[in-house]
């Protein structure tokens, strides 16, 4: 891999499974010391931890409906590592399907309230206590997992999309404000990725693989990558750009 991450400490949210995993990977394997973050599944992350190639990984924890939760998060890996260089925003919860015109009021409210608490206010919770270690720093990489739902919608699950259209805007915003303390932030916006959450849907909608003119979904590896070049040195200057993985299933003008 073209990277050299060496002596640099990332923090991967979300990290046990998926796009998190993959990146956390993809990062060990560059030479970082990476945190690997988890709500519940604490045998599953001290496992991705403990076979990342290279030492010094750790797994922590964080509820990321608890804004306590998450700076002691936070504070537990500035103590292990010592500083943060990169932190990648992926952590993430989806519920089911949440259509407007068949959903009851009180599973709606309870819906927009965990997924906009988790995915939106949550990540900016984490990133505020990042930012402001990497300001004292006057350096770092923020880079946020937001999807093609926050553009083309999301009928289906508009809670979900209203979620990563909110990182959007959130990270925009923090890119001009933290730019003069050379802390640079971006985004990727992925369609289908074929992870272990999706296959189930992707088995039973065969039409998704169709929707690129690929005839596939992104691999977990492949979104990783460019999260990896965005936190690079010498991609400064895409600060505040969201970077399409979408295989051309949905172009944005």
């Given at each position: 891999?073209?990277?050299?991450?060496?002596?640099?400490?990332?923090?991967?949210?979300?990290?046990?499974?998926?796009?998190?995993?993959?990146?956390?990977?993809?990062?060990?394997?560059?030479?970082?010391?990476?945190?690997?973050?988890?709500?519940?599944?604490?045998?599953?992350?001290?496992?991705?931890?403990?076979?990342?190639?290279?030492?010094?990984?750790?797994?922590?924890?964080?509820?990321?409906?608890?804004?306590?939760?998450?700076?002691?998060?936070?504070?537990?890996?500035?103590?292990?590592?010592?500083?943060i260089d990169i932190l990648v925003n992926n952590a993430v919860t989806y519920r089911q399907p949440h259509p407007l015109d068949?959903?009851?009021?009180?599973?709606?409210?309870?819906?927009?309230?965990?997924?906009?608490?988790?995915?939106?206010?949550?990540?900016?919770?984490?990133?505020?206590?990042?930012?402001?270690?990497?300001?004292?720093?006057?350096?770092?990489?923020?880079?946020?997992?937001?999807?093609?739902?926050?553009?083309?919608?999301?009928?289906?699950?508009?809670?979900?999309?209203?979620?990563?259209?909110?990182?959007?805007?959130?990270?925009?915003?923090?890119?001009?404000?933290?730019?003069?303390?050379?802390?640079?932030?971006?985004?990727?916006?992925?369609?289908?990725?074929?992870?272990?959450?999706?296959?189930?849907?992707?088995?039973?909608?065969?039409?998704?693989?169709?929707?690129?003119?690929?005839?596939?979904?992104?691999?977990?590896?492949?979104?990783?990558?460019?999260?990896?070049?965005?936190?690079?040195?010498?991609?400064?200057?895409?600060?505040?750009?969201?970077?399409?993985?979408?295989?051309?299933?949905?172009?944005?003008?």
């Amino acid at each position: 891999m073209p990277f050299n991450f060496s002596e640099k400490n990332v923090l991967v949210t979300g990290a046990t499974q998926g796009v998190g995993k993959a990146t956390a990977v993809a990062f060990a394997e560059a030479g970082a010391r990476v945190a690997v973050h988890y709500n519940r599944q604490q045998e599953k992350a001290e496992q991705v931890a403990s076979n990342l190639p290279g030492q010094g990984h750790i797994a922590v924890q964080a509820n990321f409906m608890d804004p306590a939760s998450i700076k002691k998060m936070v504070d537990t890996v500035l103590a292990q590592f010592g500083h943060i260089d990169i932190l990648v925003n992926n952590a993430v919860t989806y519920r089911q399907p949440h259509p407007l015109d068949s959903l009851d009021y009180e599973n709606w409210a309870d819906i927009w309230h965990e997924m906009i608490n988790t995915n939106l206010v949550g990540t900016a919770n984490v990133t505020y206590c990042v930012a402001r270690s990497m300001i004292k720093r006057r350096t770092g990489r923020i880079v946020n997992v937001s999807s093609r739902g926050a553009f083309r919608g999301e009928p289906e699950d508009p809670a979900y999309g209203a979620s990563k259209a909110g990182i959007n805007a959130m990270f925009q915003s923090l890119a001009v404000h933290l730019a003069p303390h050379n802390v640079y932030v971006n985004a990727v916006a992925p369609g289908f990725i074929e992870t272990e959450s999706v296959q189930e849907k992707l088995k039973n909608n065969p039409d998704i693989r169709q929707q690129s003119p690929l005839k596939r979904v992104a691999k977990p590896e492949e979104v990783a990558y460019t999260i990896l070049f965005l936190a690079s040195n010498g991609a400064e200057f895409t600060t505040g750009a969201i970077v399409d993985l979408n295989g051309a299933s949905y172009l944005r003008t």
